[in-house]
């Protein structure tokens, strides 16, 4: 099969193609097309002309199999030490095998490399920190990621999410409604243990401005209680800005890095 109806290298552009997607329940009928879903050799070695640059060529040549990037990953400390969850070789057998092949695979291929780009690799670059050579393996992951986009082989829900990114500039429709209710319904769970907390929504003369991770408001409501009680601070007020979830692109956590969705560091007006 060329294309699936559901999956396919088509980009989500529509609300129509979306809500269709999102009514396949874990992407049941979108797995079972994909086993169908037809490999174009010749498309993938013009991307690789194009795009496959001396850097990552560089990377995958000089790369000398010592498996010094082994102890950095976490796949591999938690898979019992594995030899495939070791990153060199994760991407000399995924990206290493296209380029060797120009791009003649096949469907089971292609499916490997999908779920070992997007399962067994998170790109945190740790194993970079490790390697002699800097050979960094999230940057040749993220590539690789790509290469498997453009021929219709992603995950379900990344399809689905990027589709939300060019419909909404979002990854969740969340109308400002929703968002006020979810406050207030937050509020109601947690009055007995915390008397008297408070989430402001667009409070004036705020100290202290905090944000959410945009998806929260829709997927997991119960796991983010614990963050309007920073308003609960003596001599402190804050607020929570509102919600457009057309328009609201990860805010994430106030912070960057390790910062971002594990502590509360605030932006405090000057």
């Not at 070695?45 to 000089?62: G, N, Q, Y």
Request: glycine share 6%.
């Amino acid at each position: 099969m060329p294309q699936g109806k559901l999956c396919n290298k088509k980009p989500i552009t529509t609300e129509d193609e979306l809500h269709e997607l999102l009514a396949d329940k874990s992407g049941k009928r979108y797995y079972e097309e994909m086993q169908s879903l037809d490999v174009d050799a010749s498309e993938i070695e013009a991307l690789f002309r194009k795009s496959f640059k001396s850097r990552l060529k560089s990377w995958l040549e000089i790369c000398t199999h010592c498996a010094l990037c082994a102890e950095s990953c976490f796949f591999y400390l938690a898979n019992h030490k594995d030899p495939k969850q070791v990153p060199s070789y994760k991407i000399q057998s995924t990206l290493g095998e296209l380029v060797r092949r120009k791009g003649r695979v096949d469907n089971t291929f292609m499916r490997m490399t999908m779920d070992t780009a997007w399962s067994k690799c998170t790109c945190c670059n740790r194993c970079a920190l490790y390697c002699p050579f800097g050979i960094d393996m999230g940057v040749m992951f993220s590539y690789l990621r790509g290469i498997c986009f453009s021929q219709g082989f992603v995950p379900w829900e990344l399809k689905i999410g990027s589709g939300m990114h060019r419909i909404y500039r979002a990854q969740m429709d969340i109308t400002t409604e929703d968002w006020v209710d979810t406050c207030q319904w937050m509020v109601e769970e947690n009055e007995e243990e915390w008397p008297g907390l408070e989430i402001p929504v667009d409070k004036e003369n705020a100290d202290i401005i905090y944000t959410v991770n945009a998806r929260d408001p829709s997927t997991t409501r119960k796991i983010w209680p614990m963050q309007p009680f920073c308003f609960m601070w003596p001599e402190k007020t804050g607020r929570f800005p509102v919600w457009d979830g057309k328009k609201q692109v990860w805010p994430c956590s106030p912070g960057t890095g390790k910062e971002a969705g594990c502590r509360l560091k605030p932006f405090t007006k000057v």
